[in-house]
């Protein structure tokens, strides 16, 4: 089929809660907001779970909401809901007349980038491939071809909320000698803003930083900064050209 029918007939599955293996990963009938073509058509579809009570305030859930701040803000000023009833499920819906191809591990990265978490479904054909595509590092759902039944055959139920910008803040508070961690929580500011940024310029064009943040920013930009490590760089050419000439030598002699 193609990927509207796909769509509506996931769509019906998740209402009527014809989805099996789910594990309540997915959110149930009463609690869903479906949004077609969510964002900028980046995803086929954005389904945003709205729970009666809040998230488990663990690490992942109050670091997702910090770095996600305005993301989940524009949500749920818009459904009038608290930010810490909010799931967002970013889903890629792949028919049969899709192609499987390299893009895919990008659209998931994508979704985890923005989200923090991917929804992969597959039409019955492409299902034969879902034991492959089990490492990609989304949950799968796939089409059984009877009626809209379909059914979980991979779970990556990981809320992911830090990006590739983490950084080892304890072991760096240390080196400097950091006794009062005064160092280790501005590295953690830093690493925070740098985050905010990183997920807010996929789908905003504000920075979408509070005020104290900015001035937060503002001091460091008033610090003279390192050199920029372009005469270290041409140091280090010249050193491993010479390497390479002593190699010489030293295989000539020989």
Same mark, same amino acid.
Do not use: W
């Given at each position: 089929m193609?990927?509207?029918?796909l769509?509506?007939?996931?769509? #019906?599955?998740l209402?009527s809660?014809n989805?099996?293996y ?5 959110p149930?009938?009463?609690?869903i907001?479906i949004?077609?073509?969510?964002y900028?058509?980046?995803?086929d ?10 998230e488990?305030? &663990?690490?992942?859930h109050? #670091?997702?909401m ?7 803000e ?5 459904e009038?809901c ?6 967002f499920y ?11 191809d390299e893009r895919l591990p990008n ?5 985890i ?8 479904v597959l $039409?019955? #054909?492409?299902?034969?491939k879902?034991?492959?595509l +089990?490492f990609l590092?989304?949950?799968i759902?796939c089409?059984?071809?009877?009626d &809209?039944?379909?059914?979980?055959t991979?779970?990556f139920?990981?809320?992911v909320?830090n990006s ?11 080196a400097?000698? $950091? &006794?009062?961690n005064?160092?280790y +929580? ?9 985050q905010?940024?990183t ?5 905003f064009?504000?920075?979408g930083?509070t ?7 503002q001091i460091i930009a ?5 050199? $920029?490590g ?5 140091r280090?050419?010249m050193e491993?050209? #010479?390497m390479?000439?002593t190699?010489?030598?030293?295989i000539? &002699?020989r």
């Amino acid at each position: 089929m193609n990927e509207r029918d796909l769509k509506l007939l996931f769509c #019906n599955a998740l209402r009527s809660g014809n989805i099996k293996y789910s594990n309540n990963f997915l959110p149930t009938t009463e609690d869903i907001r479906i949004v077609q073509e969510a964002y900028s058509r980046n995803f086929d579809l954005l389904i945003a779970a709205i729970t009666k009570e809040p998230e488990a305030r &663990d690490y992942a859930h109050y #670091n997702n909401m910090l770095v996600r701040t305005q993301l989940l803000e524009s949500f749920a000023r818009g459904e009038k809901c608290r930010i810490d009833c909010i799931q967002f499920y970013p889903v890629e819906i792949k028919s049969d007349d899709d192609v499987l191809d390299e893009r895919l591990p990008n659209q998931i990265l994508d979704a985890i980038l923005a989200f923090g978490r991917s929804v992969l479904v597959l $039409d019955k #054909n492409h299902s034969k491939k879902a034991h492959v595509l +089990r490492f990609l590092p989304a949950t799968i759902i796939c089409y059984t071809g009877i009626d &809209d039944q379909f059914e979980v055959t991979s779970r990556f139920d990981r809320l992911v909320s830090n990006s590739p910008l983490t950084i080892q803040k304890a072991v760096l508070a240390r080196a400097l000698g $950091d &006794d009062h961690n005064k160092v280790y +929580r501005r590295l953690v500011a830093i690493e925070r803003i740098m985050q905010k940024l990183t997920f807010n310029q996929i789908y905003f064009e504000n920075l979408g930083l509070t005020n104290e943040e900015i001035e937060f920013l503002q001091i460091i930009a008033g610090i003279r900064t390192p050199p $920029d490590g372009r005469k270290m760089l041409s140091r280090l050419v010249m050193e491993t050209e #010479n390497m390479k000439l002593t190699d010489y030598y030293s295989i000539s &002699d020989r």
